[in-house]
């Protein structure tokens, strides 16, 4: 299944939820058994145990449930697909009821709750189009607390051009610092290497921004 990314909110249900369905999450390509970048920036930020995170578009991933058992107790988990969360509550179980679980496009969510940590691995890569980053960039706004800090895993320079059927903007420090300006101020930026089911890797790049000013 292949659609242009900045389509509606059903249909990007529709062709993450078949991805879910099409193989086991542990042989799909954004897996991992250990989220290991995205923790070590986690605890670089200094958040507090109980402050209110946000993993954007986690879907099953393993990152809730590794929050949780480090102590953090105030996880918010938001993603287009139903499968994904059903997938990720399925495997926790019991353990899944401090998360709050959230089906919903991430470029028109909105929280009552400010979050101190905003947290995306591979969404907003796929924020093609100028006013679909517009319109991320607005949700991050909204429900970032103003001392928060935001986590940005795309594609690198050298990393796919596609994936999962859709095309990707790639990034370096240079190209995102001048997309989050003015509201986003870049503080640290670094690569990683993430190994796929399959064996092969792909060049990922890793950003934290606060506010400016």
């Given at each position: 299944?292949?659609?242009?990314?900045?389509?509606?909110?059903?249909?990007?249900?529709?062709?993450?939820?078949?991805?879910?369905?099409?193989?086991?999450?542990?042989?799909?390509?954004?897996?991992?058994?250990?989220?290991?970048?995205?923790?070590?920036?986690?605890?670089?930020?200094?958040?507090?145990?109980?402050?209110?995170?946000?993993?954007?578009?986690?879907?099953?991933?393993?990152?809730?449930?590794?929050?949780?058992?480090?102590?953090?107790?105030?996880?918010?988990?938001?993603?287009?697909?139903?499968?994904?969360?059903?997938?990720?509550?399925?495997?926790?179980?019991?353990?899944?009821?401090?998360?709050?679980?959230?089906?919903?496009?991430?470029?028109?969510?909105?929280?009552?709750?400010?979050?101190?940590?905003?947290?995306?691995?591979?969404?907003?890569?796929?924020?093609?189009?100028?006013?679909?980053?517009?319109?991320?960039?607005?949700?991050?706004?909204?429900?970032?607390?103003?001392?928060?800090?935001?986590?940005?895993?795309?594609?690198?320079?050298?990393?796919?051009e596609r994936c999962s059927g859709l095309a990707v903007q790639?990034?370096?420090?240079?190209?995102?610092?001048?997309?989050?300006?003015?509201?986003?101020?870049?503080?640290?930026?670094?690569?990683?290497?993430?190994?796929?089911?399959?064996?092969?890797?792909?060049?990922?790049?890793w950003f934290t921004f606060r506010r400016s000013g």
């Amino acid at each position: 299944m292949s659609l242009d990314n900045s389509c509606e909110p059903d249909e990007l249900r529709q062709h993450w939820d078949a991805k879910y369905h099409a193989a086991p999450f542990e042989r799909l390509s954004w897996y991992q058994s250990h989220p290991q970048e995205s923790l070590r920036l986690v605890e670089a930020t200094g958040i507090a145990r109980d402050a209110p995170v946000i993993d954007a578009g986690g879907g099953a991933s393993i990152l809730a449930e590794t929050l949780l058992n480090l102590g953090y107790t105030d996880v918010t988990v938001v993603d287009c697909s139903q499968a994904a969360l059903d997938e990720a509550r399925e495997r926790l179980g019991a353990s899944a009821s401090p998360v709050s679980w959230v089906q919903g496009d991430i470029r028109s969510f909105r929280s009552a709750k400010k979050f101190r940590l905003w947290h995306d691995r591979a969404v907003f890569h796929f924020m093609t189009s100028e006013d679909d980053r517009r319109r991320y960039l607005a949700s991050l706004d909204a429900c970032l607390a103003a001392d928060g800090a935001a986590i940005i895993g795309t594609f690198a320079l050298d990393g796919p051009e596609r994936c999962s059927g859709l095309a990707v903007q790639r990034y370096n420090a240079e190209l995102i610092s001048g997309v989050f300006a003015p509201r986003f101020e870049l503080v640290s930026a670094c690569d990683a290497q993430h190994l796929t089911p399959g064996g092969s890797t792909q060049a990922f790049a890793w950003f934290t921004f606060r506010r400016s000013g």
